[in-house]
């Protein structure tokens, strides 16, 4: 049972007027993110679908104060905020980066890695909705085997998605998990834990994307649910180096029912040219990994 | 009471950041610079400044770091050089564009390919039109002088200030340099004030997207859309002009010393043929000035501290008697002639100041530039004037063109 179920936050930080796309998994997940961060916090992040969602000048659809910085520099934008807080003495204030997966897997990795090398106290949210969907859907290092997009609009991606998690660990957090919007409660009870916890914390959220992927708006929620029941998106958390499957994952590794990828694959546009070795691949991609997590949730 | 140390002009550059009570600083080390984080470092972790350090991992984040920390109110300071300024690049327009007064140092160095260490200032002109005030030092004086007016000059128009000096020139050559006492310069500089400081207490969206048209907030009012915002930069930057004429000033009532507002002259005032110059070379051209009057040429050199703003109007004042100019520079806007130049000539449109202009590039990737090799330029340009070329293409200085 979530921990959260019945006391989520009522108030609402992200009002109507959005600008974000009908069905869009993003602002699914924010809603609650923001809940779970609740009014002490300031966000910083690139040029993105969240600067669309958060609105046009001089109006925004969000009440939490928010600052926009270059593509690649989020964490380093982050990293400026903390010095600058510290340095006047306001250290209440929680610090929040917030990416996509081209500004965190791909141009942000640098000052991402530098941030967290260095143990600043913030929290890193990646929002992975597999490319680079603001601009129209162009592939980025996120973008899974077999997928079609606007630069790789025949032969399909050919290569696996990046394993940021395994990259971050590589930092030695404190805190990293990975979310999805179709699940919010075990979201949010990740981002009330994340927002006690102290130095980098990073938090990746998976976000499908109607246009992006080629499904229905309507599909969403449904979508984001097959990802995390084929085990192409694993829900855990890992705590001072100790590995946790949580919500629907954890069932999931207990049950030993995980459907084949192929349930998740054939609902959506962007795999409709990928072949059967590609298919093959992606399912042992999700094997590989799967039975890793599955060794480490039993240590 | 001041004091006089002997220093290089990269501890001045340090020092005057300790003085200026900087509170966040963040750099990456690149060659001549090095040496001013090192020394930061040195001041923050014995505690005899109490700043925050941020070690970033590029340059990108290191102008990164002191745009987030300014918006929250902190006083930000970074230095870098050449590709390191480079690689701020967007970030140096991100910051003007954000009207945050920053303070950087570039310690002028020439830009690769191929790779060279030494000083030129391709740099800093590079980074002309990104809508920061650049400020050239001529000794090492006036980089820790200059350093303190910068934060006076950024805090009251919002504009940020790039304090050039030459790579290794000034950077690592000791010269005296009288250090400004403390407490006189917390009286010249008051704590830093914000326009907008971002914070829970107010929450804001800020440096959001814009559209092309002017659009009205929650309550109708029609804001400010890029086009206004672009424009409100421009005319901050015209109006910086008088504050910093007013900062020199100022400093000079407080500590004694006037650097020149946006220029200075040195045996300009009757001179026939003037040489410019900015920073180092504009000091190298006082001895060459002194060698060619001492054989009865009435030479005087004009030293442009201020490139942006640029000093339309004192260009104008300090040119309207001399008969020739040579400008001497370290940069070249590639298929057309050095910035400065350029920059000269356009001040005299519509005046009728009408002078032979002659253009020496000089100095690029470190070539050393002698006071005797700056005299000869200006003889050899006097012969040519008198046999009636007014305007001739650039010329390369101690170069093999053939």
Redesign the interface.
Known sequence: MPENLFKVNIEEYMLPGQRACQGCGLSLAYRYVLKALRENTILTFPACCLTVLHGLYPTTSVTIPALNCTFASTAASASGLVAGLNALNRTDITVVAIAGDGGTFDMGIQALSGAAERGTDFIYVCYDNEGYMNTGTQRSSATPMGALTSTTPVLTKQQPKKDMLRIMEAHDLPYLSTTSSAYPIDLYDKFVKAKRIKGSRYMQIAVPCPPGWGYAPKDTVRIGRLAVETGIVALFEIEDGKFRFTGRSKTLAEKGNKLPVINYVERQGRFRKMSIEQLRQLQRWVDTRWNEYLKRAEG | MAEVQIMTGNQAAALGAKLSHV??V?AYPITPQTSVTEMLSQFIESGELK??Y?????E???L???????????R?FTSTSSQGLLYMH??IH?AAGARLPIVMCCINRGVGAPWTIFNDQQDSIAQRDTGWIQIYCRDNQEIIDSIIQAYRIAESVYVPVMICYDGFVMSHTMMPVEIPDAEAVSDFLPPYKPHTI???E??????????PWR????EGVL?DGYMEMRYKLQKALDESRDVIISTSRQFAGAFGRDHGGMLWQYKADDAEMILVGMGSLASEATAAADMLRAEGIRAGVVGIRVFRPFPKEDVRAAFRKTKAICVFEKAISYGYEGALCSEIKAAFYGTDIRLPIHNYICGLGGRDVKARELAEAVRSSRDTIAAGDTEPMPKWLNCFTE
Not at chain 2, 54 to 58: A, T
Not at chain 2, 202 to 211: D, K, Q
Request: glycine share 2%; aromatic share 4%; proline share 7%.
């Open positions: 509170q966040v963040a700043a925050e941020i070690r970033v991992e590029s990108h984040s290191a990164a770091v002191c745009i987030s920390a300014s918006t929250v109110g902190a930000v967007e970030q991100w971002l914070s829970p107010a929450p804001m969206n800020i440096n959001p997207v814009l559209f659009r009205a907030n929650s804001c």
